[in-house]
């Protein structure tokens, strides 16, 4: 079978890496000719309505996304030609910040409270509802904490709004987190829902660091969160991976986003459980049958971000797995990451203790966070 992806990026070299060994074979539509994907299948380079790009994805049997920001219209065209998943409804949905709160709120999911701000009184009105500190986002086109920014008094407010260009905004409550999470579910064509372990998330300036499947979650933190991804899914009538993000409180969880892809904070299920995020969204958009979500001992996953530290020395560490996503190094660009998986948590602390001296400052300390 072969797939055609929209996004030649990392989580489409996994999704390569991935479904290698299930025999199936891949055609990538991405406008950098340096996509990291290339290496491992066919890459055609142009915008994402190139005609030559969509007629080579639209042979594929199956098309998928690594990039969740791929014009409604183009995924539309392919939908019409080829068999898309997950559906373009949930790009859609996910594409504007507004829409997917009133989504998620629309199926009882708590949210933090939220307003539609385009002017300059909305933004002022926004702020009288919502009190301070509170954050102000792009609806469109925000990710790893790009497009958005934290407001604590009415000083902000001015440069806040000329840095996000002023229209098509939403201002958000500010919440004060005990951790964030993120949940990571696989869905089938015929409605078969398996969810993976939950993620215990560190994020720093708004991107993620740190992810770790978590061994013992509150039940009732489970329960919410599976209750909360599952409805998501069933309304989408969604096939393929999807993860939720979670901030979690003395309240229970309030979702922030979703994402209609494999995602950064379920990395660490490519060693770390019996079937990978990336098979599982493979084997749903081919109509495979779906993998066990199952942990296979201890995780946590490190990112790498702006240069790759040398891999040898971490090599060095039993149960350390190195991925290099071979992308040109840009400050704060996520070039890999490794994931430490062991069999059991003093195993795990053990692997930790090896890491910890090769870690720079900065993300040893948010090691601590992660609660392990
Ligand atoms: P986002 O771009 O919405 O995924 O946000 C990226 C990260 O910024 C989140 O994972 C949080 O660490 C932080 N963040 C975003 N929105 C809020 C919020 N309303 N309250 C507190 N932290 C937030």
Redesign the pocket.
Known sequence: MRVGILGGGQLARMMAEAGGPMGLSFQFLDPSAQACAGDLGALHVGPWDDPDGLELLAACDRVTCDFENVPAAVLADLAARTRVHPPPAAFAAAQDRLVEKRLLEQLGIPI?PVASVSTRPDLLAAVEEIGYPC?L?TRRL????KG?AVLYSHEDLEPAWQALGGRDLIL????D?KH?CALTAVRSGDGEIRCYPLSRTV?QR?VLRLAAGMHQPPPALLEQAETSVSALLEHLDYVGCLSL?F?STEDGLIA??YAPRPHNSAHWTIEGAVCSQFENHLRAVCGLPLGSTRRRGHSVMFNWLGDLPDAAAFLRVPGLAWHDYHKQPRPGRKLGHATLVADTLAELHAGLEAVRPLLDRETESLLEQLAL
């Not at 925000?142 to 904490?145: K, V």
Request: with cysteine; charged share 30%; net charge negative.
């Open positions: 933090a954050v986002k925000g990710y790893d904490g958005q958000e409550c500010f919440i987190f964030e994020h708004g993000e901030f922030n986003e």
